[in-house]
């Protein structure tokens, strides 16, 4: 028989603790006590000496959180709510890989009790809760959901690197799969996140809201792209284009650049998957997700057409790229573009230097092989602003010049030093 939860008797667990559940558990862990489950005995190691493997939280978020770190699943069974938060890639072929989602699932199911709740934070497809972990959760517990334990789906906002949209102050999407759950997951939520609480009116509703959030902001920025390369033909400025037509009252302030990482690249392909099952082939979206894959080789190309215009030859130039992290201000490298982008420099056979004060060096040989560089040495034929890190946009036009091999080219991807790049020939999206 099903006792229901209160919110003095909520003892919470989250199965993985990266970039999202790290957060989650010790945020929880002031309100509550928490098991933080993790498959990775190494991150577990760290994050029971009080440091974030991940390198997001800092060691005084973890002073005084009442949560027990472990890699071993018996522990989950001293909770009655579980939040799984680990990652949902996709495959080579772009598909969907619930790999990590239903292995999750299932030591989730084992832990199960009459009475406990199971919300996912994990981005998945709109259905996916319902339709491939609920029937997992139920054969491997023995239990009937509905009647001995309840279900929800909460998506994550949190934004690595982003120190004002946090968990606490963003609006938090929750749902659950009847009234009852959708008021006590309302409820454990509302303990941490002050700015508020959205009920959605269903599992899939919430599913499908963040997984359209990404797909919106996917697209706009592929929209972006395809502007810059009409632009680019048009030999105008695209950014200056940007900063005309963003004195309309309802023009959308996006612009082009790089889109890699593990959210906005690979979300859509998430939403695509289950349109094409459900028989409607999204045209628009993967138009968009096939501008902005192409982009590393669009910019690749387009710089050493810049500098064999120069006079340069690919073999005996070097190229300095400034930043090589998915975005900036984080030290993840995981499906970086830039990286990427080096990849096609070196295949027209430059030779490339990264340098990047905050990546991860050790993922980016193992991911990438390639060796990140402490400063830059000598001189540069072109040098690529790929990321706007804060110690590269501190960067003056002196400096840049010291680093430069006239005639020399500056590629800004981000178009940060449109107005105070002099000497250079200059580039941007
Ligand atoms: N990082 C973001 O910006 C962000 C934002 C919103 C939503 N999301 C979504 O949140 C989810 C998690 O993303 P993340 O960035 O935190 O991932 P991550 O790679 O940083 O962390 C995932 C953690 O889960 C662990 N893990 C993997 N499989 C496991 C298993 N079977 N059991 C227990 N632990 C397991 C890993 O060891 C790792 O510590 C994904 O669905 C992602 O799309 C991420």
Redesign the pocket.
Known sequence: MRTPLTLQNTILSV????????PIALAFSRKFPVVG????EG?IEKMQNGED??GEVTASEFEGANIEFTAN?AFLRKANFHIV?????IDVHTMPDL???L??TI?VGKALKPGDYVVF????YPACTEEECVPLLEQVSGLTMGKDFKVGFS??????GDKEHTLKNVIKVVSGNDAEALEFISAVYGCIVEAGIYKASSIKVAEAA?IIENTQRDLNIALMNEISMICDRLKINTFEVLEAAGTKWNFLKFTPGLVG???IG??PYYLTYKSKALGHDPKIILAGRYTNDQMPAYISKKTVQKMVKQGKSPADSRVLVLGVTFKEGVS?V?NSKVAELVQELKAYSLQVDVVDPYADAEALHEDYQIELSKEPTGTYDAILLAVSHKPFMELDNEKLKSWANFPALLVDIKGQFRKKAEGFEYWSL
């Open positions: 199965t993985g603790l990266g970039y999202v559940g790290l489950f993790d498959i990775h991150r493997p991940s699943p938060a680990v990652p949902t890639p790999g990590p989602l292995s999750a030591t934070e994990s981005t998945t998506p994550e906002r949190i934004n690595p963040k990482g593990h959210c690979v979300d993840d995981r």
